[in-house]
């Protein structure tokens, strides 16, 4: 059999955890695909997957091949539409993911637009606060925040959002307001988990990191609650500086400790990078980074 088909049934079979489930996937006979996948590992001379009466798991070969075979199939995809002319236009689908807040805020407006232009792609967005593999959820396009490891996908920079400390002015008002990072123990403190894991905040002083322990008054696991514990003048929190640029903008929470802050923390869109950038991937990445850098509030 052909080695491409033979990967894309494996993959397939993965990714629908059974052989009847790719069977449905790839319009074949559940007989035809185990069959397919018992050539594979006889051709590579290695077992790909553990198979009981209820489900197909991978072995530890088999997740490696996994990886390597939708980067192939991937690039064979690519070649295809080059070949075929079909980069001329965006078509087909498009998965795209980022952070909640982050996306609601600026990735779907540029979704929008990019619809708008491109009525042939369909998008599929996956707004949520924790990182996607790329290559399990079949990610196209990801826009991330903060510093990235090292990774096969291409990553272009397109701003930078700070860490922030802030309260509403009421509560500057009548608690007072800090100076230095070492008065914050003597504050109310709101953490926000994701950025906060731990009950300490890291700054800068004169060139030299600077740790403050601290107990909080309230933790919460999501940026929104203790933006809003903030402005209801309960204590002093810390979020992205894009999280709350409303709230600024309307005098309903300050900033204090500026001088303090930590550097910076980059924005980057990551694609995936092959010999032919398919015209729904390219198109779109221009997009949002033109609209990301055009944004105040993240450069």
Known sequence: MDRLHLMSVYV????????????????????AVTRAVAALEERLGVKLLNRTTRYVRMTEAGQ?????????IALADEADEAALGINVEPRGLLTVTASVLFGRLFVMPGIVEYLRRYPDVEVNALFV??????LEEGVDVAIRIGELPDSSYRALRVGSVRRVLCASPEYLSTHG??????????????????LNPANEMRFGRDGQPLTVKLQPMLSVSDNDSAASAAMAGLGITRLLNYQIAEPLRNDNLKIVLSEFESS?????????????????????????????????SLN
């Open 12 to 31: 397939a079979v993965v990714e629908a955890e059974g052989f009847a489930g790719g069977a449905r996937k790839l319009h074949m006979s559940p007989p």
């Open 64 to 72: 490696k091949y996994y990886e390597d075979a939708k980067r192939i």
């Open 129 to 134: 606060d924790r990182v996607l593999n790329m």
């Open 177 to 194: 307001i800090p100076r230095i990072p070492e008065d914050l123990p003597n504050h109310n403190i709101i953490l926000a988990r994701g």
């Open 264 to 296: 910076s923390v980059p924005v980057h869109i990551l694609h995936r990078e092959g010999r032919h950038s398919s015209a729904k991937i390219r198109s779109f990445v221009d997009l949002m980074a033109e609209r990301l850098r055009a944004e105040l």
